[in-house]
């Protein structure tokens, strides 16, 4: 089976008031603008709803209104946390982070480090379970974490001082991939959410 890497740039001085604070007019918004999306995958995870699960719905409903529980369906919350990411981000193509295996998320990992950008951009940071709000972890998909504009800016000036190296094409297909990103986002003083599954 193959997985993708979906990554948002954003504002986070924007996207982070959001969570816990109980505007419900930006969760009808929201609600509304992914009715489509929330609704198949309500279908896809119909037996853990069934289970105990919260719909998607509910899920985007509780990380904005802060009702979030500490334990339990982090799957779910994770898949809302995304929806409320691609709300205020802009979608980075990901082509070179399309249908991939987690072997390849660890050649581009050391890879990385071997052109000395971990040092101030740790790859791993991208997918490592953090997030700009609290949820219960999932037990499995989606992964997720982020680059802090802070990051971001830091990165950028990096890719200007080394060279890439790389063992193979779309492992530094993906590195340069990502160098844009990090370019495009500094610029505009965003970070970077991402999600892998």
Request: hydrophobic share 40%; proline share 5%; charged share 25%.
């Amino acid at each position: 089976m193959s997985y993708s890497v979906m990554a948002y740039a954003v504002k986070f001085d924007k996207l982070k008031p959001v969570f816990g604070s109980g505007d419900d007019k930006l969760r009808r918004q929201i609600c509304g603008r992914f009715k489509a999306d929330l609704a198949r995958q309500a279908d896809w995870f119909e037996t853990e709803i069934a289970g105990g699960a919260p719909t998607p719905f509910d899920a985007v409903k509780a990380l904005i209104m802060g009702t979030v529980p500490e334990k339990g369906h982090g799957f779910m919350y994770a898949y809302a946390y995304e929806r409320i990411v691609e709300h205020f981000g802009r979608y980075l193509v990901n082509n070179a982070f399309s249908s991939i295996r987690w072997s390849f998320m660890e050649a581009v990992e050391e890879d990385w480090k071997k052109s000395g950008l971990d040092e101030v951009l740790p790859f791993r940071d991208l997918y490592t379970s953090k997030a700009l709000c609290t949820f219960p972890p999932p037990d499995d998909f989606p992964c997720h974490g982020y680059w802090s504009p802070e990051q971001v800016v830091a990165g950028n000036k990096r890719f200007g001082e080394i060279e890439i190296s790389t063992e193979t094409d779309y492992v530094r297909d993906a590195i340069v991939a990502t160098q844009s990103w990090v370019r495009d986002a500094a610029r505009k003083g965003e970070g970077i959410v991402a999600f892998y599954y």
